[in-house]
């Protein structure tokens, strides 16, 4: 057992302030708080460090209070105790929180001390309660508390007020909360919720407000939300929230941490941990568990998120996952609106977390902007039972885009995602990439999802993901992509897009050669490195598409069926066409009844939208009536008609049908359409054909010569280039039949081209020439002698 007591001024010397506490000593035990400037030697039972004159302690000697009592270590108590004079009472409170009540009006000078020796986890308390009308004088209350493990207080008694004063003994919990702002939660009294609801209470009513509220090393659980309230835009707080640290399993097994945070909530906030207070929250050091309830972790609207070195637990597992773990902002578009309201919070950071059993990692909402989603892990276990559900989604409104945002640097196992990351509507000019996307199912729809409405003027920059799904689907056709896998099937193969908001000419290449386009201004220029063809041959061909006749379209809808038409993954990308189906639509993903969407439970279902049983059962069903689907799912009908799901209506497409997603809706509802897919069904034509780019006028002007038929002493010039220039020809003297001149061509053609020459003067209309072409030159002949010392002026033009 140990003790502290406190050396009287008349014994303090510089090395033993009259305040310090010191060691006491009972037998060959050590009692108290260790005191510095310690005598040499060891002490006798009782003794403490004895300072003389202006020095340090010298000696040991004893000490008594001004009552002349002498601390004496009681019996351990473990159970309600009422303190003699000179005791110093050590308490256990390993069973239960336990009161030590002052004996009542004592002799003046009387001294007691007070230690918590051992207890729970987290710990009990031990209430040091004041006698009768008693009090203590340092602040008129009538208990005190100690609060951690060998914390201790000495007290003595002030007869003329009576009041007891606390002498000497550990800062108390508050003193640290006050000069450090650590807000320990074990700190304060009750259930885990009644103690992180005293901690908010506390930092938030500092002044300054703010601090950090530190959870130990042990499990918790909340049945109640943690939550913040936004004041005004001008009271700004930061709250931290800290834990003892977590511990990754990168081989995907169970992630531990020593502060586990188990949240039982399931009420209708929209989030266990609800910051919307203006200023910052920073959490880390945690893991934050949910049993799979499907409310999710954590939102943010106005508190700029500082997230990192957590652990996200959602308690699922692959598709069955419903919980959600970060939110950034809520659905509406108004600043302090409570939880619908907007993301105010910039410049947020989430990075070097895990997450285990969480559907969607990150869910980027209304004006959420300028976030990071950066070094993070998602774990194989994780999964989304959503339609076409993704780990990581944006979808801001029309008024309040998701913007600026950055997601990069993650590993992210995308086994049980239909697309990893989805933009869904209205996210514009953020980039995304490079990530790491492992193992992405082969039914998946593609690893990156563009959506409509609004998903433009995003940057894509691919790292690794599997070739087994198409990197992108992308609805609006006007993000850039940037893929160093020239293999990969995409809804544009090999897109490299350059786009001008302005309106400037786009350029959209499509290929699996080594061409590169490089954009400057207002001019799209191909290149490629040397030794390579730097001239691209170009051809536009006509030729019969395949024609499918039972087509099935829905207004305002992406999906088109057909029951002949077979649709199979090689044909995203390839244009689509029919009654209701607008010119340059293509065909953005394409399914059978095998690997279509799932239904899901409580989904909002669209006009349209084609699905297929949890399990298939090889037909596909169309929402005929939209509405939310119902908590189970329905007996679907396999002999035609419809089903009520909810309040949507499914009608069965039958067997052996299959469907794409295009890239616009079509603008009518129709069944048997004859649907034209651009896949080759006969005999291309070539409508225009051109090589080494002869349809644009570059280069320098062809050559040319003034032949023997001109005569002696002829010129000729020519202006202008390969496919049109201007010829002219100065006869000298004696001029006979034959070729009169020879235009060699800048670039040669690959195949022999047509030429025309008109002439540009009264000379040149009379000369009775004709011409011939090669592949390099263009021959003007005269079937007579032209006039001597004429001039002849021809315009050309050259078609191959």
């Not at 006007?478 to 350059?498: A, C, D, K, P, Y």
């Not at 396999?638 to 799901?645: A, F, I, L, M, Q």
């Not at 009169?740 to 670039?747: F, L, T």
Request: charged fraction near 10%.
């Amino acid at each position: 057992m140990a003790t502290s007591s406190t050396v009287p001024g008349s014994m303090a010397g510089t090395g033993n302030a009259p305040s310090d506490t010191v060691d006491q000593y009972e037998g060959s035990k050590q009692l108290g708080v260790r005191y510095l400037g310690l005598p040499p030697g060891a002490p006798s039972s009782g003794q403490v460090p004895v300072a003389t004159g202006a020095g340090t302690a010298t000696a040991w000697g004893t000490v008594t209070g001004s009552g002349g009592t002498t601390l004496t270590p009681t019996a351990i108590k473990t159970g309600a105790y009422t303190a003699a004079p000179g005791d110093f009472v050590g308490v256990d409170t390993t069973s239960a929180a336990q009161v030590t009540t002052l004996p009542s009006a004592p002799a003046d000078k009387t001294v007691i001390g007070v230690k918590l020796l051992k207890s729970a986890t987290p710990p009990n308390f031990v209430t040091v309660a004041a006698g009768g009308s008693d009090t203590f004088n340092d602040d008129a209350s009538v208990t005190q508390t100690l609060k951690l493990v060998n914390q201790s207080a000495i007290y003595q008694y002030e007869a003329s007020a009576t009041a007891w004063i606390r002498q000497s003994g550990d800062l108390p919990m508050s003193g640290l909360d006050a000069r450090q702002a650590l807000y320990y939660l074990d700190s304060y009294a009750g259930t885990d919720d009644a103690k992180m609801a005293s901690a908010l209470t506390a930092l938030f009513a500092a002044s300054p407000a703010g601090g950090a509220i530190v959870l130990s090393p042990r499990a918790h659980t909340f049945a109640n939300q943690w939550t913040t309230s936004y004041v005004s835009s001008s009271v700004t707080t930061a709250l931290k929230i800290q834990g003892a640290g977590v511990a990754f399993n990168g081989a995907w097994g169970a992630p531990s941490a020593a502060t586990k945070v188990t949240f039982t909530y399931s009420g209708a906030g929209t989030a266990c941990i609800d910051m919307q207070h203006n200023g910052s929250i920073e959490i880390t050091g945690c893991q934050i568990a949910s049993a799979n309830a499907g409310v999710p972790l954590f939102q943010t609207t106005n508190a700029t998120p500082n997230l990192h070195d957590n652990i996200w637990s959602g308690g699922g597992s692959g598709a069955t996952c419903v919980t959600d773990a970060i939110l950034l902002g809520g659905t509406g578009i108004t600043i302090g609106a409570g939880d619908t309201a907007k993301y105010n919070a910039y410049q947020g950071q989430v990075y070097r977390n895990f997450f285990d059993g969480i559907r969607r990692a990150c869910f980027f909402q209304s004006a959420a902007n300028s976030a990071l989603f950066y070094a993070n892990t998602v774990s194989v276990n994780c999964g989304s039972s959503l339609v076409l559900g993704a780990c990581i989604e944006f979808q801001g409104n029309s008024s309040k885009t998701c913007t600026g945002n950055q997601v990069f640097a993650n590993c992210i196992e995308c086994t049980h995602y239909s697309a990893p990351v989805k933009l869904t509507a209205y996210a514009q000019e953020n980039t995304i990439g490079p990530n790491g996307l492992f193992d992405i199912a082969s039914t998946a729809i593609a690893h990156h999802y563009f959506g409509q409405p609004g998903c433009g003027f995003n940057t894509l920059i691919d790292g690794y993901h599997s070739s087994s799904a198409p990197l992108v689907l992308d609805f609006n056709q006007s993000n850039r992509v940037t893929s160093s896998n020239s293999g990969q099937l995409n809804t544009e193969t090999e897109i490299v897009n350059f786009v001008n908001r302005s309106g400037a000419p786009r350029v959209n290449y499509f290929g699996e050669s080594p061409w590169m386009i490089e954009s400057t201004g207002n001019q799209a220029y191909w290149r490629t490195s040397a030794g390579v063809n730097p001239y691209p041959v170009v051809n536009i061909v006509s030729l019969a598409a395949t024609q499918f006749s039972d087509g099935n379209v829905t207004s305002g809808s992406s999906y088109v069926t057909s029951a002949t038409a077979t649709f199979v993954i090689a044909d995203v990308g390839l244009a689509i066409g029919g009654t209701g189906i607008q010119s340059l639509t293509i065909i953005n993903w394409a399914f059978s009844a095998t690997t279509a969407i799932t239904w899901a439970a409580s989904f909002a279902s669209n006009l349209g939208d084609v699905i297929r049983p949890t399990t298939s059962n090889t037909h596909l069903y169309q929402c005929t009536t939209a509405g939310t689907t119902g908590s189970s799912q329905p007996t679907w009908p396999t002999s035609g008609g419809t089903v009520t799901d909810g309040t949507a209506v499914w009608t069965d497409l039958g067997t052996g049908v299959t469907g794409c997603v295009v890239s616009i809706a079509p603008t009518a509802t129709n069944t048997g359409v004859t649907l034209g897919i651009s896949r080759a069904a006969g005999t291309a034509f070539t409508m225009t054909g051109f090589s080494r780019h002869h349809i644009v006028s570059t280069g320098t002007a062809p050559a040319i010569v003034a032949n023997a038929g001109a005569g002696t002493g002829a010129t000729a010039t020519v202006t202008g280039n390969d496919l049109a220039m201007l010829i002219t020809l100065n006869t000298g003297t004696g001029p006979a039949s034959g070729q009169v001149a020879q235009v060699n061509y800048n670039i040669a053609y690959t195949a022999t081209p047509k030429a025309t020459l008109t002439p540009a003067n009264a000379a040149a209309a009379a000369a009775p020439v004709y011409i011939a072409t090669s592949t390099g030159a263009l021959a003007i002949s005269a079937a007579t002698a032209l006039t001597a010392s004429t001039t002849y002026i021809w315009q050309a033009h050259v078609i191959q």
